[in-house]
């Protein structure tokens, strides 16, 4: 059995899907969390390939970038998808994501108050409801993006939304597929248990 | 034998990747180069309203990377096991700002000023702080994982080439790891093949 060690700062961030499908995937892992005022003195002396958190420790190798670790452990947990294409389109659904989920994280950390009301607003009015729309197309009507079992494409809409209920609360209001696919995510018992237990951070 | 169907501009940019996967792969596919006129009649039928896009007997894939990762699995050019996928997949990820942020020196917001600043913060800090980082995970054969040529090289060759031209980059003279991954890339028959005969594009 591999040991797996996973480091990032002490949030949900970057790290919080590869979090959610080690859940899923009841694989058990090192949740290592840094406080963000010891980074600088640790950034030097850390094995990051690429000098940034999250990485992934596997047997003493170390992987770095966020999406390829998701995808690692996804693929350890058995939901990447079961065919080529069904990989493949439930990583172009993921990476579409990004964009949307890029634009958001720009408005939250906006330190300039009334620059993040602007935002806010923009992000809400402009962004939100087109994508929500699309992804609604996308989803079918089992609840799922992809085939008709729980991918790593379900579980990254759920932890990307989870991020913007928070700011948005109704977003989701009359989205039947995409609220189908929330739940079929909250209901798979690792993901159930972990967010039950997992530490409580504002990001 | 399905069919494959890339759309992209007529140009190499995002798409060049993808190109240059399906040559190392042998794989016969429609190169169809969008006029910009036609643009926006087409982009209502793509998911996300945005190029390239891969048809595989009339099913869409979007999102450079995952086209990318797709048709690297067809070419058998994903890497051995699934942590030298993770790690190929760590490169293609890690390959991509070079191309985004070299996009924006070019084609970003801002002023005469504002944008030379920007040339001269991708010049002097990003770009080599990249190529430095990507010299320490290259192998000394001129191949980034398990000594042979994957998707990985393939990407990093792709992403560098759609930028040279309009960006100063170190001289890989101080990256001799590095010019064996581009040497390596380029011997690959299908590639140079593809390198020869390939419509000749500004960008």
């Not at chain 1, 079961?82 to 990989?87: A, E, F, P």
């Not at chain 1, 300039?112 to 989803?139: I, N, Q, V, W």
């Not at chain 2, 702080?129 to 192998?139: I, Y």
């Amino acid at each position: 059995m591999p040991t797996y060690k996973l480091t990032c700062f002490n949030v949900r961030g970057r790290a919080e899907l590869i979090r959610l499908l080690f859940a899923a995937g009841e694989i058990p892992y090192e949740d290592v969390r840094i406080e963000w005022d010891k980074w600088p003195e640790l950034k030097p002396i850390s094995d990051t390939p690429m000098g940034q958190i999250p990485t992934l420790e596997v047997d003493g190798q170390v992987i770095c970038q966020s999406m390829a670790i998701a995808r690692f452990v996804a693929g350890k947990a058995g939901l990447l998808g079961k065919t080529n294409m069904d990989q493949a389109r439930a990583d172009m659904l993921l990476d579409g994501g990004m964009d949307v989920g890029k634009l958001f994280t720009e408005m939250v950390m906006e330190k300039d108050a009334s620059k993040k009301a602007e935002k806010k607003k923009e992000f809400g009015e402009k962004h939100l409801p087109p994508f929500l729309a699309l992804y609604e197309g996308f989803a079918g009507d089992n609840g799922h993006f992809v085939g008709d079992s729980l991918t790593w494409s379900d579980i990254g809409f759920f932890n990307m939304m989870d991020f913007i209920t928070a700011e948005y609360p109704g977003a989701l209001d009359g989205y039947c597929k995409l609220n189908k696919v929330i739940d079929n995510v909250k209901s798979n018992p690792g993901v159930a248990k972990w967010l039950k237990e997992r530490p409580v951070t504002n990001h | 034998m399905p069919s494959y169907k890339l759309t992209y501009f007529d140009g190499r940019g995002r798409a060049e990747t993808c190109r240059l996967l399906l040559a190392a792969g042998g794989i016969e596919y429609e190169d169809n180069r969008l006029p910009q006129e036609q643009w926006p009649a087409f982009q209502p039928k793509t998911p996300f309203g945005q190029l390239p896009v891969m048809e595989v007997d009339g099913t869409m894939l979007c999102q450079t990377n995952s086209i990318a990762r797709y048709v690297a699995k067809l070419a058998g050019l994903t890497g051995k096991t699934a942590m030298d996928q993770a790690k190929v997949d760590m490169i293609m990820e890690g390959a991509v700002p070079l191309f985004q942020k070299a996009g924006d020196v070019v084609m970003g917001e801002g002023d005469e000023a504002k944008k030379a600043e920007k040339k001269k913060d991708f010049e002097e800090n990003f770009a080599p702080k990249f190529f430095a980082d990507m010299e320490k995970l290259a192998g000394d054969k001129g191949y980034f994982v398990s000594n042979q040529l994957t998707a990985a090289d393939i990407a990093f060759y792709g992403n560098y080439e759609s930028i040279k031209d309009f960006v100063t980059l170190p001289s890989f003279d101080k990256y001799p790891k590095l010019k064996k991954v581009v040497a390596s890339v380029q011997a690959n028959p299908g590639i140079a093949k593809w390198l020869k005969e390939r419509p000749q594009t500004a960008w």
